[in-house]
């Protein structure tokens, strides 16, 4: 049975920062691309991060280069997500997701496998 499960969610204030983790369970998961989408209120699903099986290429959002970092531990099925100088607009849910295919996608319908979200709340 696949499961992905996201923790490390929280509430924090502004240039704050939060690490998010996905833990990988049910596949195999060193050779799948993995990444991270967000979901705000009232918006649409939207693509973060996305790193593939070696960690060789890895691609972020404008809205989150130099600010967001993903990584990846294949030997403990765990991919994360590093959040520093957060914002307010960063305020989502985030998704990790799992894609069976050697190239990463900014898409989220060419995922395989999603998890069910962590809250991130950016508030003074």
């Known amino acids: 049975q696949v499961q992905l499960v996201e923790s490390g969610g929280g509430l924090v204030q502004p240039g704050g920062s939060l690490r998010l983790s996905c833990a990988a369970s049910?596949?195999?998961?060193?050779?799948?691309?993995m990444g991270w989408f967000r979901q705000a209120p009232g918006k649409e699903r939207e693509f973060v991060a996305s790193i593939t099986w070696s960690g060789g290429s890895i691609v972020y959002a404008d809205s989150v280069k130099g600010r967001f970092t993903i990584s990846r531990d294949n030997a403990k099925n765990t991919v994360y997500l590093q959040l520093n100088n957060l914002r307010p607009e960063d305020t989502a849910v985030y998704y990790c997701a799992a894609r069976n295919r050697l190239l990463g996608s900014t898409f989220g319908n060419r995922y395989d496998y999603w998890g069910q979200g962590t809250q991130v709340t950016v508030s003074s």
């Open positions: 049910g596949f195999t998961f060193s050779s799948y691309v």
